[in-house]
């Protein structure tokens, strides 16, 4: 018999996950090396998003940060120690095929997801947010898209295509080949935001966004997520972020 899991589950410190209800409130833990995102956070929310397939009386799942940022963008150092422990990349590849796993995971899982942002939202950070069916995000808020500036392609979890089919191609180009920051009125506009609210709101706005979809027919919400998230596949057929692990492990190797 398939053991059903429960929330509070026994996850890495890195990841937390209480259930409210027919809502999952999932936040991501500042580790010792501050609000990034590591193999500790990949791996608990894999757990999370593995279990919730036991789950169908869970309806929404909201992913947020309890640290001061909602997150700083990928554990470079983990790549770091990845290489020199492993020249041939392939330790590398996990990791970052590990973060593939969980965009994916994020994509196709039954429940709406909402993505709680505040501070300062960058790289990899964007990303997962990116996965998200919709977004909320503080007055605080700052994005950025700094790979191209640290000498790497924007190569995490295949958001490439996820990010220009919610923002448009334009938009993306330009934040990612020139790594300036914006805010969050501007991440508005892209429509990487659906709404904005004062940092001291935010929970509230949340609120607003989950109270009517917790009313809605379970069977509805599932299959309208699952045609949105094929219509956006569909744009991205030649979807090369399969690559990405390849190409990231690549460029460091190089040590360019």
């Known amino acids: ?56 009386d869970i309806r929404v799942l909201v992913l947020s940060s309890e640290g001061t940022d909602f997150c700083l963008g990928a554990d470079r150092t983990e790549y770091e120690s990845a290489l020199d422990a492993d ?52 007055e605080n808020c700052r994005f950025r898209m700094p790979e191209v500036g640290l000498g790497l392609p924007p190569a995490w979890g295949g958001a490439m295509g996820r990010l220009i089919s919610e923002a448009g191609a334009a938009r993306i180009r330009e ?43 379970p069977e509805a919400l599932t299959l309208t997520r699952r045609m949105l998230a094929g219509y956006s596949r569909a744009d991205r057929s030649a979807d090369v972020s399969l690559l990405d692990a390849h190409l990231l492990t690549g460029q460091l190797s190089r040590g360019e």
Do not use: N, W, Y
């Open 87 to 138: 020249a041939t990349g392939a330790a590398m590849r996990r990791i970052v095929d590990k973060a593939h796993r969980v965009c994916q995971a994020l994509e196709t899982t039954h429940v709406v997801s909402i993505a709680r942002l505040h501070g300062r939202v960058v790289g990899a950070g964007l990303a997962l947010a990116a996965f998200c069916d919709l977004r909320v995000g503080a």
């Open 175 to 217: 934040a990612m080949l020139t790594c300036e920051p914006f805010d969050a009125p501007t991440a508005h506009r892209l429509g990487l935001l659906h709404k904005l609210a004062p940092l001291d709101e935010l929970d509230e706005a949340v609120a607003r966004l989950t109270r009517p979809l917790l009313r809605r027919s």
């Open 1 to 56: 018999m398939t053991e059903i899991p429960t929330f509070p589950a026994p996850l890495d410190e890195a990841v937390v996950a209480q259930q409210d209800d027919a809502a999952l409130h999932v936040r991501l833990s500042p580790t010792q090396q501050g609000d990034v995102l590591g193999t500790a956070a990949l791996d608990g929310l894999l757990a999370v998003l593995d279990g919730l397939q036991e789950r169908p």
